[in-house]
């Protein structure tokens, strides 16, 4: 039981790490890309603040941890298109409909793909349905 409950905590410390230098290379992203003069210095002490907690989390892994890049691909984007107060609040609400846009676009074409399929007889209809899915 004891190495189950610290197999977990130690996930869950990867987890954190990874969430911090994840969040440093965001907030330093925006830092270096933003114009207004008093929200660049602010981003750029929030990436200090996050590289410090990933410091403190690596000391407790003993390892080092990657960052997400998809995660900072999309809030930079959504920085750029959407504006960075919106991404920096409203970055969970983008990507889970991010998620539920793909999945039916996915289900679109699986949809597709079957009644052309059925359209030409072709008895392996649903297979083709399943792989294109």
Not at 22 to 39: F, P, Q, S, V
Not at 56 to 81: E, H, R
Not at 89 to 111: E, F, R, Y
């Amino acid at each position: 039981m004891k190495n189950t409950a610290n197999a977990a905590l130690l996930c869950d410390v990867y987890r954190f790490q990874g969430e911090e230098i994840t969040g440093a290379l965001i907030y330093e992203r925006l830092a270096k890309k933003c114009k207004d003069a008093h929200n660049a210095p602010v981003l750029a002490d929030i990436a200090s603040a996050e590289k410090r907690h990933f410091a403190f989390w690596k000391i407790i892994s003993g390892q080092d941890v990657t960052s997400s890049w998809g995660w900072i691909m999309l809030f930079i984007l959504l920085a750029q298109f959407l504006g960075l107060t919106f991404a920096l609040q409203k970055g969970t609400l983008v990507a889970i409909s991010g998620i539920i846009t793909g999945i039916a676009a996915a289900l679109s074409m699986v949809a597709s793909n079957y009644l052309a399929s059925k359209a030409e007889d072709d008895p392996k209809a649903k297979k083709a349905a399943l792989y294109t899915g």
